[in-house]
């Protein structure tokens, strides 16, 4: 009898990349149906493959408490969380392990499996590939980060072209999602627009004021409702305090799938380069996009369904945390007009696929 084949996936985080990562656990399963999959992944990216159903096992090793150990010097308690992992590894029997992420760390990590093929990404940075015993080939830097993550497939044998992201959310969840709406009034027939103005990065960031004028036109064709996490409540106060609609305020009032479900009940989800514009695109939910700082033709959607605007300064893309210019051209260069212009393209269509994918 042929032996089952085993794998391992290391990517610990962001949620973005995270769900980049999943076409290849489908692939996998495409290609290997009886194989047995396991996903290596931190603790705050966990929820975007709890459900996955090409996913056989998640086992969570908390990248951030590694790291903020290591930052305080509280190295026996770091080495305790290495010895568990590699303890727990050991049991597992892998045969091939998939580093999607590409880091030192995560080379450390994909080492600590002991499967015999180790295959990283071609390329990277920090000698992931001294932990390695095969890579996959480098590919050009303009290319999406879904191919990219996909090309480490290559050394087995298997190519797709099928891009779309995987996020399968709980019961649980859509039933948060559900109750939240009744509770904040929103009839099953109305039309819901989110947005979403928190990013990583500052300089990803679109204008409050912006969000604010948005909101104020939308308000007259679907209920408005603001999400992000407990660290974005300022920024949601500055937006409805800018505002003259009523704004249903979800942030910092869901865990990372119940805001996954909220995504899933949206008519459109307004939002710039971060997690949730992944969420929603994974969720098959129409989005408007603004992109500055960062590169759509990498970082984007892949999908039908969503419009992206990207701005036309000579600066961009810098790839920076920070806006070089001190004055956030890119950003501010994508006006609430085009934005409101976008928005009611999309929730005018009657189906998310009549909608035709543009850059501007």
Same mark, same amino acid.
């Given at each position: 009898m042929v032996k089952i084949k085993r794998f391992v996936i290391i990517r610990l985080s962001s949620i973005g990349d995270v769900l980049h990562c999943t076409p290849v656990a489908r692939?996998?399963?495409?290609?290997?149906?009886?194989c047995h999959i396991t996903w290596i992944v931190g603790q705050v990216s966990y929820p975007m493959v709890e459900c996955n159903p090409f996913i056989d096992e998640v086992y969570v090793?908390?990248?951030e408490r590694w790291e903020k150990l290591m930052r305080q010097g509280k190295f026996i308690e770091a080495w305790q969380m290495w010895r568990q992992l590699k303890k727990d590894m050991a049991k597992r029997d892998f045969d091939v392990a998939l580093d999607v992420h590409g880091l030192f760390l995560s080379g450390m990590v994909t080492s600590a499996t002991k499967a015999p093929r180790r295959i990283g990404l071609g390329g %990277?940075?920090?000698?992931?590939?001294?932990?390695?015993? /095969? *890579? !996959?080939?480098? $590919?050009p830097q303009d290319i999406h980060v879904i191919q990219r993550y996909l090309?480490?497939?290559?050394?087995?044998?298997?190519?797709t072209n099928h891009y779309g992201m995987t996020l399968s959310l709980s019961d649980e969840a859509r039933r948060f999602a559900a109750q939240f709406l009744?509770?904040?009034?929103?009839?099953?027939?109305?039309?819901?627009?989110?947005?979403?103005?928190?990013?990583?990065?500052?300089?990803?960031?679109?204008?409050?004021?912006?969000?604010?004028?948005?909101?104020?036109?939308?308000?007259s064709q679907a209920r408005?409702?603001?999400?992000?996490?407990?660290?974005?409540?300022?920024?949601?106060k500055k937006i409805k305090a800018c505002t003259n609609v009523q704004i249903i305020d979800a942030?910092?009032? %869901?865990?990372?799938?119940?805001?996954?479900?909220?995504? /899933? *009940? !949206?008519?459109? $989800?307004?939002?710039?380069?971060?997690?949730?514009?992944?969420?929603?695109?994974?969720?098959?939910?129409p989005t408007v996009s603004v992109f500055g700082a960062t590169d759509p033709a990498k970082f984007g959607p892949l999908t039908a369904g969503n419009i992206v605007l990207r701005s036309k300064v000579g600066c961009r893309p810098?790839?920076?945390?920070?806006?070089?210019?001190?004055?956030?051209?890119?950003?501010?260069?994508?006006?609430?007009?085009?934005?409101?212009?976008?928005?009611?393209?999309?929730?005018?269509?009657s189906h998310a696929a009549d909608i035709n994918r543009s850059d501007q």
């Open positions: 692939a996998l399963k495409e290609k290997f149906p009886s090793w908390s990248r %990277t940075k920090e000698q992931n590939g001294l932990f390695m015993t /095969e *890579q !996959a080939p480098i $590919l090309s480490v497939l290559r050394p087995l044998g298997i190519t009744s509770e904040n009034g929103v009839a099953p027939d109305e039309k819901l627009v989110i947005i979403n103005p928190a990013t990583t990065w500052l300089a990803k960031n679109w204008p409050t004021e912006f969000f604010a004028q948005t909101a104020d036109v939308l308000a408005i409702m603001i999400c992000g996490g407990p660290g974005d409540a300022d920024l949601a942030v910092g009032k %869901t865990s990372l799938l119940e805001m996954a479900a909220l995504l /899933e *009940q !949206a008519n459109l $989800l307004i939002v710039g380069d971060t997690g949730p514009l992944h969420m929603a695109v994974a969720l098959g939910v810098c790839h920076k945390t920070v806006c070089p210019q001190k004055d956030m051209r890119c950003m501010r260069s994508l006006r609430p007009e085009t934005v409101i212009g976008a928005a009611r393209r999309v929730l005018a269509a």
